[in-house]
């Protein structure tokens, strides 16, 4: 038998060796769970280390915390004929609450879509490249022990257990992080903490920038994901999985029920049979202002740049994912604060999915894949990066440019095999965010539903709508993740539809409600091409203390054969609750007519607009269930017990010219 892995507090654990050298290639392949193991077989021979012919995994290493609470690790370290390989290795860390012995769903291939990689796997291919990989179970969830606080432990744990790896013998003094989603927050919580050892960073869809503004709020509402997510994770949670009674009362909500039941409040919401969960849900909804709450390493990057380690860092995300601008937020600040080279990939896809050539109902065709089109695949990018930075491999890594990005648009418009408009798209390639020589170009709202580079001429104009909480506008895809059974992200025609929360029959395009204001240019002569952020700048008023405006930038396909009516594909969107109007800090309620200018900032995307088709921005008050309802009552969030309908106006006039800032690309 191996000789175990010296677990420091003298915990037991459970010991396995991969044994390479005595497998055929079947039987090793079947031993990483069939996923990549021709691939593994191939480092294993020609490996740079021939010392290295098989893995030796420490289970459930228990490592303790400042305060005590010990964290469980999964230690994949290079073995020979068994036994651990003498010597010291660069370390690849990553944390998850999603169980560290379980697959990824990141780690998947445009060949292998259906299944990601295991993680006994990917670990394996690292090692026998010459690394170490640590694998943890964040507090309170899975192995580790402690109770599970959403984000907020990350920090100070990533800090604690990067200065364990450090003291172990077979760690070279050097830590690189990866991971995805919650994954790639952990990372971007223990650089905030300053984490000793830190050598590079791969960050995939996450590391909130400023959680404040995307993640779990924006423009001062609280994204529903929240509550979902809470939900799922709730019911594998070890304190509902040690109550039968509680489980039964959990997985016998309906959450759709609920969500037609708006307000909650605490010990009535659908989340009251795991009370941790709910206190950790209304505890984000009811801390609205942006006081010291979101300004907390961890979950506020902005606040803790100077800590950050100045290493390589690669910064991934989409179009479709909540963490655009957390992406280019962090790539934006690190680049021009540190000396290490720093890398910015966005893809026109949803929350990681980025070897799918489609999000929601819109296909951007072959070339939308990571795989093949960035570079081999994924793991290739990622297997070349630390390469050249932890094992000094001369592979042209170095020469990648800074960013590359996703334009959608191109495409015939029409639908494809699999019943999927065909958008297309195409990669570009810049030096820096936003893309040098971009022009960011006013486009005005007219009261005749036109928009135009003109402004507007008439010296009072306004356009009023009716808002009513309890008929929502319905969230039609957009930057969504976490959100089943109640919500998808993605690209989708504006029109409600049965798949769609909130969707009424006779399901009309959401263009025609009367509570959604429509401007549009005129048919596009020559196509118009933006990459980078987008606000939108509004004159409004309300008869109602508080309530919310929304903007989203649509793209209007003129009619075909397959969509008669034309197509109307989502681009991003914002919102904005309008006592934050001024100040996030110290919100204030609004006099009931008076006029104020609002600016609505919504996340960064890429499209061009061809020739032909119509650029459109939709105002309205609500984006439901993607963000939560302002009853427009001015109580406290999270706190509401009453709602009212508002009847809010946009001005569009000489002196209040509510416009658009699109970011127009050179040629």
């Excluded at 941790?276 to 606040?303: Q, S």
């Excluded at 987008?534 to 930038?553: G, H, M, N, Q």
Aim: charged fraction near 20%; aromatic fraction near 12%.
């Amino acid at each position: 038998m191996p000789a175990p892995i010296k677990d420091p507090e003298g915990g037991l654990r459970r010991d396995m060796t991969h044994r390479a050298g005595t497998l055929s290639r079947r039987e090793f392949s079947a031993l990483v769970a069939g996923v990549g193991g021709a691939s593994l077989w191939a480092c294993q021979t020609t490996g740079a280390d021939r010392s290295i012919n098989g893995v030796i995994v420490g289970r459930d290493v228990l490592i303790s915390m400042r305060d005590g609470v010990r964290l469980a690790c999964d230690v994949h370290r290079p073995a020979r004929d068994g036994q651990p390989v003498n010597g010291s290795f660069p370390v690849i860390l990553e944390r998850t609450p999603y169980g560290k012995h379980l697959p990824s769903r990141t780690e998947r291939s445009l060949a292998e879509i259906a299944h990601p990689r295991a993680r006994d796997a990917v670990a394996s291919t690292f090692v026998m490249r010459g690394y170490i990989v640590v694998y943890q179970d964040v507090r309170g969830r899975y192995g580790s022990a402690g109770e599970f606080v959403k984000y907020l432990d990350d920090a100070d744990d990533g800090y604690d257990t990067c200065q364990w790896i450090l003291a172990q013998a077979w760690c070279d003094g050097r830590i690189a992080t990866k991971g995805f989603s919650y994954a790639a927050h952990t990372q971007g919580a223990l650089a905030s903490a300053g984490a000793p050892g830190v050598a590079a960073m791969f960050i995939d869809s996450g590391a909130f920038s400023n959680s404040y503004q995307g993640g779990i709020r924006q423009g001062g509402t609280y994204e529903l994901k929240q509550v979902t997510w809470a939900y799922r994770n709730a019911l594998v949670s070890p304190e509902i999985e040690g109550d039968p009674a509680a489980r039964q009362a959990l997985e016998s909500v309906d959450l759709h029920d609920w969500f037609n039941r708006m307000p909650w409040r605490p010990g009535h919401s659908p989340l009251v049979s795991a009370p941790a969960y709910e206190a950790y849900m209304f505890e984000l909804w009811e801390h609205g202002n942006f006081h010291e709450y979101w300004k907390r390493p961890g979950i506020y990057a902005e606040g803790f740049y100077d800590q950050f380690p100045d290493v390589p860092t690669v910064h991934v995300s989409s179009w479709f994912d909540p963490y655009p601008r957390t992406a280019t937020d962090n790539f934006m600040a690190l680049s021009k604060r540190k000396q290490s080279p720093t890398w910015l990939v966005l893809g026109p896809w949803t929350h990681g999915n980025r070897s799918q050539t489609h999000a929601g109902d819109v296909d951007f065709g072959p070339s939308a894949t990571w795989d093949g089109n960035v570079s081999e695949d994924y793991w290739v990018y990622r297997n070349d990066f630390f390469d050249r930075y932890l094992l000094g491999k001369s592979n042209g890594f170095d020469r990648q440019p800074g960013v590359r990005f996703f334009v959608m648009g191109g495409g015939t418009g029409r639908r494809n095999a699999d019943g999927r408009m065909d958008h297309g798209g195409r990669w570009r390639t810049a030096d820096d965010w936003p893309v040098p020589g971009t022009t960011f170009t006013n486009y005005y709202l007219h009261a005749d539903g036109l928009l135009a580079e003109a402004q507007p001429s008439a010296a009072a104009s306004a356009r009023t709508y009716v808002y009513d909480p309890g008929n929502p506008v319905p969230s039609i895809g957009g930057t969504i993740t976490s959100g089943a059974p109640i919500m998808e992200g993605g690209a989708y025609d504006q029109r409600e539809g049965p798949e769609f929360f909130g969707s009424r029959p006779p399901f009309r395009p959401l263009a025609e409600r009367s509570d959604v204001l429509v401007f549009q240019t005129a048919p596009l002569q020559t196509a118009v091409e933006i990459a980078g952020p987008l606000e939108v700048t509004l004159w409004i008023a309300s008869d109602a203390p508080d309530t919310d405006f929304t903007a989203k930038l649509v793209d209007v396909y003129p009619p075909n054969e397959d969509y008669p009516d034309g197509y109307a594909m989502n681009i991003t969107d914002g919102i904005l609750r309008c006592r934050y109007r001024d100040s996030w800090e110290s919100p204030e309620l609004m006099e009931p007519g008076r006029v104020y200018r609002i600016t609505i900032a919504a996340f960064p995307s890429s499209n061009l607009f061809a020739a032909g088709h119509r650029i459109r921005i939709d105002v309205s008050s609500s984006n439901f269930p993607h963000f939560d309802l302002n009853f427009n009552t001015g109580e406290p969030e999270g706190r509401a017990s009453t709602r009212r309908i508002a009847r809010n106006t946009v001005y569009m006039d000489t002196q209040q010219p509510s416009h658009v800032v699109l970011p127009i690309l050179p040629a």
